[in-house]
C-alpha cells in the first residue's frame, strides 16, 4: 500500500470530520438544506474551475473521459447530494450515521463486481470488524426503525459505493485530482439545472445567518474530496472506504471536546476496537 495514499485517505477522514461538525452547527431545522447545498456547489466549482484551467490533462481527454467523469460528477456529487438532503429530513441522525459506513461494504462489492478487486481473508476479517465497530459506536445500538428516509440515504450509499469504482477507473487515464475537480463541476451544474428546473432560484436570505459555516463548509468539502479521490488513486477504493472509517471516531472525538457530546463506554469500546481493525487491516501489507 501507497504511504502517501494513506496519508491522503487519514487526512481526507479528518477533513470529513470537520465537515461533519460543521454541518452539525449549521444544518437547523429553519435552514433551507437546498439553498445551502445550491450555494456550497457553487463556491466549490469556481475553485475546482480555476484550478482546472491551466490543466493540459483536460485537452487530452477523450470523449469517454469527459462521459465518465461527467457521469461520477452528476451521481456522486448530484444525486447523492438531492438524496441525502431529502433522506436526512425524513430519518433519524442516529440511522443516517450508521448508513454512512455502508459506504465500505458497497464499494468493496462495486469492486469485486467490476475490477475483481479481492481482499484476502484476513483483511475481509478486519474489514468486517471495522465496520460493525464504527457502526455501534455511532447508533450506540439505538437504531430506529427502517423509513422512507433511510431507503433514500441507502439509494445514496450504493451510488457513493459504484462512483467510487467508477472514479477508480477514471483513474486509469486521468489524475485524481483531475477526476475530484470534474466531479465537483459536473455536480455543480446538475445542481443547478434542478434549481432551474423546480425554481428554486438562489436566495441568500435562506443561508445568510449560517453564510460563515457555509464557507467553512466548502472548504473542508473541497480539500477533503480532493484528499480522497488522490488518495484512492494510490491505493484502491475497498482500501480507501476502509481507512476511511476512521472519520467516525474523528468526528466524535472533535464532538466530545468542542460540542460537549457524550459518548456511552460502550461507543468508546468498539471504536477502539475498529480502530485496532484498521490499523491491522493496513499493516497486513
Known amino acids: 500500500m501507497s504511504i502517501k495514499g494513506l496519508i491522503l485517505i487519514l487526512v481526507s477522514s479528518l477533513l470529513y470530520a470537520g465537515l461533519v461538525i460543521v454541518n452539525k452547527l449549521a444544518l437547523k431545522p429553519s435552514i ?29 481527454m477523450s470523449w469517454y473521459d469527459w462521459g465518465l ?99 477508480k477507473i477514471a483513474m486509469n487515464r486521468l489524475s485524481g485530482l483531475t477526476v475530484s475537480l470534474l466531479r465537483i463541476v459536473f455536480g455543480a451544474a446538475f445542481m443547478l439545472i434542478v434549481a432551474l428546473a423546480t425554481k428554486q432560484f438562489f436566495s441568500f436570505k435562506a443561508v445568510e445567518p449560517v453564510f460563515g459555516y457555509l464557507l467553512l463548509s466548502s472548504f473542508f468539502t473541497f480539500t477533503f474530496l480532493i484528499a480522497y479521490y488522490i488518495g484512492m488513486q494510490l491505493t484502491s477504493p475497498t482500501y480507501a472506504t476502509v481507512i476511511f472509517l476512521l472519520e467516525v471516531v474523528f468526528t466524535s472525538i472533535v464532538g466530545v471536546l468542542l460540542l460537549g457530546e457524550m459518548l456511552s463506554w460502550l461507543q468508546w469500546v468498539t471504536g477502539g476496537i475498529a480502530s485496532l481493525a484498521i490499523i491491522l487491516f493496513v499493516l497486513a501489507d
Open 32 to 60: 433551507d438544506t437546498f439553498q445551502y447545498a445550491l450555494f456550497m456547489a457553487v463556491f466549490l466549482a469556481v475553485p475546482s474551475l480555476l484550478f482546472l484551467s491551466p490543466r493540459r490533462e483536460l485537452l487530452k
Open 69 to 167: 467523469c461527467g457521469i461520477i460528477g452528476v451521481l456522486a456529487s448530484g444525486v447523492v447530494q438531492l438524496l441525502w438532503i431529502y433522506g436526512q429530513k425524513l430519518t433519524t441522525s442516529v440511522n443516517a450515521g450508521f448508513i454512512t459506513t455502508l459506504a465500505t461494504p458497497l464499494t468493496a462489492i462495486f469492486a469485486y463486481l467490476i475490477l475483481r478487486e479481492r481482499l484476502s481473508s484476513h483483511k475481509l476479517l478486519m474489514a468486517m470488524i471495522a465496520f460493525l465497530g464504527m457502526g455501534i459506536m455511532i447508533t450506540n445500538l439505538r437504531l430506529g426503525g427502517l423509513n422512507n428516509g433511510d431507503l433514500l440515504l441507502i439509494s445514496a450509499m450504493v451510488v457513493i459505493g459504484f462512483t467510487n469504482v467508477l472514479a
